[in-house]
């Protein structure tokens, strides 16, 4: 089943003198609605209906004639033909509609102005003849703002039916694509002018030169936006993979100065381990076993070694082979020691009292570190 579609257009030019001629009389306002109307079926199948017509109709409305006053061409619904065709002397063929304009009212059709749309149907032989009704109210005390509302009227059957008005301009998708074909128009002069010009700017099937060469042009830049996307699209990768690495090696870098951190704070905190000389250690217990203050490695604040603090460990070394000298000094400076003494117990020659010198010799065999 074929489904219906009607949409009414409208210029902004238009729809300003309407509104113009609205606010600028005192009284109701008058008039008709010039344009055309085009009809376009659509076959659309889909998967639950292998065949759906979808027919538009588009209404433009191009123009628009005011009447002097109000009930000018009809007496309260009687549509007076001789009135209306001195009105409409060369516009008949290109009337799609009425229009009114009320003040204060609301937006509603009247009974009486459906009875004058039904007559006029049948006057003009136009049965796709529209209604536009436009109402204004002040919405401020000081009626210094007022509110404009207008809707579209078409009879259906027995029943109005708003149809949607669109104003057309240059803030719609719809209306940024050139015209392949020049627009309807009954002007002597525009179709004198086209008639004149149109080997320059049309082809011989109707179609605009200039439309084609932009078609060429658009159609050629696609193909080198889309070279150029390809050429976007492979640095970016490369870029990307790049970023990659570069986050790796700062990642590794970032590893390693943690790791060497790590190193340097364990090294901070451990404390320095000196080396004990084990072989003076031996040396002083074995020469010195009984001597305490010389084998500590412990000092008080005052200097003082510590006994306490004695190394008793034995380091498993024969001072014997080690330091054979120290070991044959140590016998002799005992040796002595014990001679001595005897002497001192006995008598005493006069040259071992006045030779201190031997003395001196015999104590500087004593070891020394």
């Known amino acids: 089943m074929a489904e ?40 659309s199948i889909t998967d639950s209906q292998m065949d759906g017509v979808q027919v538009e109709y588009t209404i433009d409305i191009q123009k628009h004639i005011p009447c002097s006053t109000v009930h000018s061409f009809y007496n309260y619904v009687e549509i007076n033909k001789e009135v209306l065709k001195k009105l409409l002397s060369c516009h008949k063929e290109n009337v799609i509609g009425w229009y009114r304009q009320r003040r204060n009212t609301e937006q509603v059709m009247t009974f009486r102005e459906r009875l004058i749309h039904q007559n006029l149907q049948k006057c003009l032989s136009n049965q796709e003849l529209v209604f536009l009704l436009m109402t204004s109210s002040a919405i401020t ?18 029943c109005f039916h708003k149809v949607p008005v669109l104003v057309t301009n240059l803030g719609i998708v719809e209306q940024q694509d050139y015209h392949a074909s020049s627009i309807a128009c009954s002007s002597v002069g525009y179709t004198r002018v086209v008639k004149k010009l149109r080997s320059k700017y049309f082809n011989t099937d109707g179609s605009l030169k200039e439309v084609c060469r932009i078609n060429e042009m658009s159609s050629a830049l696609q ?25 790796k090696l700062r990642k590794t870098v970032k590893e390693k100065k943690k790791l060497c951190m790590q190193t340097f704070e364990e090294k901070k905190c451990k404390k320095p381990k000196t080396d004990e000389n084990v072989l003076l250690c031996q040396a002083l217990q074995k020469l010195f076993p009984e001597t305490k203050t010389l084998q500590t490695q412990t000092i008080s604040l005052e200097g003082a070694p ?3 603090y004695t ?31 005897l002497d001192q117990s006995g008598s005493e020659t006069e040259e071992d009292l ?5 003395i001196q010799m015999a104590v500087s065999h004593s070891p020394t570190f």
């Open 4 to 43: 219906l579609n009607t949409t009414a257009h409208v210029s902004g030019y238009v729809l300003a003198s309407l509104m113009f001629h609205h606010f600028n009389r005192n009284s109701d306002v008058e008039g008709f609605l010039l344009g055309g109307i085009k009809t376009e079926a659509k076959n």
């Open 141 to 158: 005390e000081s009626s210094s703002t007022h509110s404009l509302e207008y809707a579209m009227y078409k009879l259906q059957g027995s």
């Open 223 to 247: 193909e080198e936006l889309k070279e150029t996307c390809g050429k976007v699209e492979e640095s970016e990768r490369s870029l990307e993979k790049l970023l990659d690495e570069v986050n």
């Open 306 to 308: 510590l006994p306490a």
């Open 311 to 341: 190394c008793s460990a034995d380091h498993g070394i024969d001072i014997s082979e080690v330091l054979p000298l120290l070991l044959a000094d140590k016998k002799e400076n005992c040796e002595s020691d014990t001679e001595r003494q």
């Open 354 to 358: 006045l030779d201190p010198l031997k």
